[in-house]
């Protein structure tokens, strides 16, 4: 008996069949069987399923007579599941690679409970992927079993059939079946999760939900939008037939009033002569449902006519469009107070003891900003330093940290009278560059990937970025940071603005040169990592030549496994991904499991650093930092030449890579099973490297940016600012 039956409906979505297909055959866990019934499709699709059926022998097809509906294609294939756990997966949709291994374990690890909910992402036509925007709710249930009653945010997810997995004699025993007609979701899934003893979650997007510009059925203009009433008069009997959800009834009740109002407010949905009868029955049915709850608010216009009810929505939509141009008239008025405030300002004196600080954005007290911010606490007590951090980062602050937030009346003024500004990014257009202030510009690492001027040349690389825009704000910068000759060429190259090069080195890597045993103990206890494990940090970078930057390169689970004992992986990924669905894609359960620690939320990066015992990337500017641990480094280079097409890099790191190079996963495992990520040739290629790449690197370049830049101190040869280098350009073979 196979662990899942997936039972896949098909009508009329020949484009996208093979790929729903090959989704599921192709997964890594095989312990399935597919049933997969064509709805009397009119276009291609049966012969399509049977040309996967004679190839495969796990799937099966049934071929229907007559077109019965999504609802009831599915009951048709019911019978003949074998499995344990029936997965109903819609044609046009995919399941993600490795899904089915983290059902199953998920599965195992909470004891087979009734029914296990997932997370999915919505893929758009248009290329776009964004992750369901209540995944929180899968992560805060927790590794054990619930039932509705002890977790009733679980209602709250989307009701949907494809989200879950249901054990078959669960189903069985109670005889679910799907309705005709549209929303048949409905009558299942709620009584599905209202009677389930044990119900688990799994916080891991499994399905990709297509969102198509034209086909979805739910997005059609038609009377058939009326069967919402009948589904929910199914989900109410069943709740009067089983007296121990009475209880449900006022939730039920309301969730049926937002639906039916949700539906009529979508102007796709219904045909407007159809409005006004949909309206009257959905408040016959509320009335019918009534409890003794008091009615919430934003449904009392069910209690009213439907011209009530119209004249709300036109008052509402007025409403709206009144508030927007009463935003708009309030920005520009207070932009014409800024600019006049902004103005008044100019005229006064700047502190020559205030310092401003910034770092990624807003986001708090990081990075090299962070490291010369505490350099100058030692070496400057006098200057005051004050950062801008966004409204949303302020609780993480520490207690003796002065901020503002950005373009406040308090952010306005303090930049206005600065003297010197640090960041490692560029400021806001507000930010005006006033005679004798000092703008130290720190970067943020050694780049390998174009930057800056450089974007010009990859169109699609340089998607989203104003390239002119962000070089008239370099033009502000007094000093740029470097750690290197490499990163002194690249910044001169890649903004062609009026700055001088300070060769300090990077101030935040001065922990990483003067780094202690136990200086990463902290996140080791924090994340219970034992003090013996061989910590190996995995941080890969975004990618250019894909929509939304993530590739799963390899499965992070198999490379913990292929570590073995002794050994704890850590993932970071790039921030620029820390908030989309990359985690989603299976970190985030990794994580919870303790089969790998997810690092990517810590905010100082070079704790994680110090933290670990070697470095495994593909193209992160990372590994120019890691360099000065002098740990080794592997560099897994299975996808070069395609980011150095579409992203453009400065150097082959392959030929000038700091350890070995893979260039797939078997020989990435093979460098750690046997050892040679550490052995002589390592050593040997993370000498070079440093020497290239931490040349001004020397533990001191926090203090000595404060010294010389901010005191005007002098510190030593290396440590002054420089124009634009002379000598031959290795980048360019000019002079």
Known sequence: ?????????????????????????GQSYADFEVIAVDDCSPDGCGAILDAYAERDERVRVLHLPENVGLGRARNAGMPYATGDFLFFLDSDDTLTPGALRAVADRLDEAGDPEVLVFDYARTYWWGGTRRNVLAEVLAKAGAGTFTADGYPEILELLMVVWNKVYRRDYVTAHGFRFPPGYYEDTPWTFPTLLSARRIATLDRICVNYRQRRQGNILSTTSRKHFDVHDQYER?????????????WRPY???????????????????????????FRRTADLFRKHRTREPVPAELRVLEGSYVRYRTRQRAADVGGALGKRARQARTAAGGRLKRGWSWAHE???????????????????????AAVHRAARDLAPHIRGVWVVREDHVADLPSDIEYVTPDSLAFREITARATYFVNNV?????????????????????PLKYMGADLLGKPGARQGFDVPQMLRRADRWDHSLVANRHSE???????????????????????????KPGDGAAFRARHGIPEDHTVVLYAPTRRDYVRGGHVDRFDPARFAADLGEGHTLVVRLHPSLADGPARGMGLAELHRRGIVVDATDEPRVEEVMLASDALVTDY?????????LDRPIVVHADDWGAFAASRGAYLDITASAPGHVSRSYRELAWLFTSGSWRDEEAARLRAGFRAAFCEFDDGRAAQRVVRTLMLGEPDTPEAVSVPAPGGRDVLTGTR
């Open 252 to 278: 039920l009740h309301r969730k049926m009033g937002e639906h039916c109002l949700d539906i009529l407010a979508k102007p796709d949905r219904l045909p407007a002569r159809d409005k006004e009868e949909f």
């Open 489 to 515: 060429l690249v910044w001169n190259r890649a903004y062609p603005c009026h700055f001088a090069s300070a060769r300090t080195g990077s101030p935040r890597n001065d922990v990483l040169v003067n780094a």
């Open 347 to 369: 005229h006064r004196s700047l502190d020559p003891n205030l310092a401003v600080y910034s770092a990624f954005s807003h986001r708090g007290v990081l990075g090299d900003p």
């Open 620 to 628: 992160s500017a990372l590994m120019f930092d890691y360099a000065n």
């Open 1 to 25: 008996m196979p662990r899942f039956s997936i039972i896949v409906p098909v009508f009329k979505v020949q484009g996208f069949l093979a790929e729903c297909l090959d989704s599921v055959l």
């Open 235 to 247: 989900v109410f009997a069943y709740v009067d037939a089983h007296p121990e959800l009475a209880a």
């Open 426 to 446: 560029n400021w806001p257009w507000h930010v005006a560059k006033r005679p004798g202030s000092v703008h130290v510009h720190t970067h943020q690492g050694t």
